[in-house]
T-cell receptor, first 117, second 114 residues
Framework: AQTVTQSQPEMSVQEAETVTLSCTYD???????LFWYKQPPSRQMILVIR??????QNATENRFSVNFQKAAKSFSLKISDSQLGDTAMYFC??????????????FGKGITLSVRP | KAGVTQTPRYLIKTRGQQVTLSCSPI?????VSWYQQTPGQGLQFLFE???????NKGNFPGRFSGRQFSNSRSEMNVSTLELGDSALYLC?????????????FGAGSRLTVL
């Protein structure tokens, strides 16, 4: 079974600064997908970024980028130029591709990020 | 286009009752999955449906069940409610069943069991 660990329960960052959220996972699979989801106070889960394990290049989406270290089973999220709207709970998630069934995400416990004005 | 719609948004039940939650996926999405979110256990996968068939199931008791209709809308049912079933129930839909499947989540149904 896969496990996802987010060891930092809370973090705080000043607006416009950079913050990195950590995530480690454990799996025996060689092919899988990793995601970061954001859940603001409205509770709506929003995809931030995704990474295919077979791709060595780290994914980037505007101010969000990841540092994917496959050998170390580490998948951290870097948020640059933090904005007040980034205040949310962030979940790291793992997906093992299964033929005909590809919607099972294994989530970490999440980290609450607060952006200070 | 409209997002994933979950109804009802909030509901209160008492122990022993049953509840049905509904999820309408994004138009064109045929895969629907359900998750339970609690402060203690976090986000846990319940089940997944595609083309009206359950494709995957999480580690939950048989009191938790679901189904999907021909229009891809899905319902989940919890029978004989327990206090521990109080949670935010999230539904997600997706377009495909292969690859880096991106799930789009609804706003959730918050269930309180008294």
């Amino acid at each position: 079974a896969q496990t996802v660990t987010q060891s930092q329960p809370e973090m705080s960052v000043q607006e416009a600064e950079t913050v990195t959220l950590s995530c480690t996972y454990d799996t025996s699979e060689s092919n899988y997908y990793l995601f970061w989801y954001k859940q603001p106070p409205s509770r709506q889960m929003i995809l931030v970024i995704r990474q295919e394990a077979y791709k060595q290049q780290n994914a980037t989406e505007n101010r969000f980028s990841v540092n994917f270290q496959k050998a170390a089973k580490s998948f951290s999220l870097k948020i640059s130029d933090s904005q007040l709207g980034d205040t949310a709970m962030y979940f790291c998630a793992f997906m093992k591709p299964v033929t005909g069934a590809n919607s099972k995400l294994t989530f970490g416990k999440g980290i609450t990020l607060s952006v200070r004005p | 286009k409209a997002g994933v719609t979950q109804t009802p948004r909030y509901l209160i039940k008492t122990r022993g009752q049953q509840v049905t939650l509904s999820c309408s996926p994004i138009s064109g999405h045929r895969s629907v999955s359900w998750y339970q979110q609690t402060p203690g256990q976090g986000l846990q996968f319940l089940f997944e449906y595609f083309s009206e068939t359950q494709r995957n199931k999480g580690n939950f008791p048989g009191r938790f069940s679901g189904r999907q209709f021909s229009n891809s809308r899905s319902e989940m049912n919890v029978s004989t409610l327990e206090l521990g079933d109080s949670a935010l129930y999230l539904c997600a839909s997706s377009l495909k069943q292969t690859g880096a499947n991106v799930l789009t989540f609804g706003a959730g149904s918050r269930l309180t069991v008294l």
